[in-house]
């Protein structure tokens, strides 16, 4: 029996999955710089380290109209023959191993829905229900019509950036309208909330282009390696931390909470999560920071340590991304509010303090304890 790992999401109550080795990293969707009119699922372009890089939506995939994008939504990177594309997906599940011997690699229509069939790699019928894995390698080959264009369009955008002369700035745009339509190049608008996120409020539309600002000043590679740790970021309380991506088994919303009678203040509740009862625990005390409301709505990252799952109740999930060992400080000599004994270390993320958790310590020692007889 051989077994492989997905990365899964979800979208419009179906289930998806992408090879993990494939995806280079995560983080939630930047302001795009939309193109439309390119006959592709491509919605608009990012500037990612100074590399242009394509953007579909899962949505399109589909075969369903594009209503638009969500400020909780992630964009997945993925590379495949030399070429880097992104997919904008409302959900992000867990990574899962999954037996390949159970992958139908003809489904029927009746599995993959509208999808076009070329877009998919099989479909897995196991433990885990049904998951369609796309075929990163077709989806990559569709890009290569419109790359040139793609490329092209960001010149585009380059020249009329660095363009001060209002006069130049106009006769440019008359220029390149005119060879848009003798080339069928593809149109390129300002507004990305327009076209996609009109309601967004302006706090969030300054986030957006916080995000693509961090994006695109980012310069060290992250590429996925043995040297880098994979890493969670979340925030508690209006701070940074890190989890290990490899202890994380899903993100998700507290649907559903039970209270559980005569439980110690750090333990929430119980939530069922697709069949599986898991045990919320809040970590804030331990951290010394001020506990706040928990209700059904409220996000939540399940980790596994060893035998023990539990769901962490967090303010926001972040970012998916990689952190290399070299850039964390150990904790000796530092200054800490938080409970250093469950802390591995520090390091910067986006010009803030991002304090690396020690799940496994905080789940198997001290007060925060979590075992079956919760």
């Known amino acids: 029996m051989e077994n492989k790992q997905y990365l899964t999401f979800s979208s419009q109550n179906l289930h998806y999955g992408i090879e993990a080795a494939l995806v280079q990293e995560i983080f939630p969707i930047p302001e795009l710089t939309p193109i439309v009119e390119t006959f592709t699922n491509i919605i608009g372009i990012i500037n990612l380290r100074e590399q242009t890089v394509p953007i579909m939506h899962l949505d399109l995939l589909q075969g369903h109209p594009l209503k638009g994008c969500h400020f909780s939504d992630y964009v997945i990177i993925m590379q495949c023959d030399d070429l880097q594309m992104g997919l904008v997906v409302h959900q992000l599940d867990e990574v899962l191993e999954l037996n390949t011997e159970v992958i139908e690699t003809e489904p029927s229509t009746e599995l993959i829905c509208d999808i076009n069939p070329a877009f998919i790699a099989g479909v897995y019928q196991g433990d885990y229900g049904n998951i369609i894995l796309l075929n990163l390698k077709t989806l990559v080959r569709q890009l290569d019509a419109v790359l040139p264009l793609i490329w092209d369009a960001q010149m585009q955008l380059d020249i009329m950036a660095e363009s001060s002369n209002n006069e130049v700035e106009q006769q440019l745009e008359q220029e390149l309208s005119q060879q848009n339509e003798e080339l069928q190049m593809p149109q390129i608008t300002s507004s990305f909330f327009d076209l996609y996120c009109p309601d967004a409020t302006p ?25 880098l740790m994979p890493m969670a970021v979340i925030s508690l309380s209006n701070q940074y931390f890190g989890l290990d991506l490899e202890l994380v088994r899903a993100f998700t919303n507290i649907s559903n909470l039970t209270p559980i009678p005569c439980c110690p203040n750090h333990i929430v509740g119980n939530m069922n999560l697709r069949g599986e009862i898991v045990t919320l625990v809040d970590i804030r005390n331990v951290l010394n920071l001020p506990t706040t409301p928990i209700s059904v ?37 530092i200054l800490s509010d938080f409970g250093e004994q469950y802390l591995q270390g520090t390091a910067f993320f986006q010009e803030k303090m991002l304090n690396i958790l020690d799940l496994p310590k905080i789940l198997t020692q001290g007060k925060l304890a979590v075992n079956e007889e919760v």
């Not at 706090?203 to 040297?227: C, G, H, P, W």
Request: no cysteine; proline share 5%.
């Open 203 to 227: 706090e969030e539309r300054a986030i957006f282009r916080q995000r693509a600002d961090n994006i695109r000043k980012q310069t060290e590679s992250l590429k996925v390696t043995n040297k």
């Open 297 to 333: 709505g409220s996000p939540a990252v399940v980790v596994q340590v060893d035998d023990i799952v539990a769901g962490l109740p967090v303010d926001q999930v972040l970012e998916m991304t990689y952190l290399n060992p070299t850039d964390m400080t150990s904790l000796s000599g």
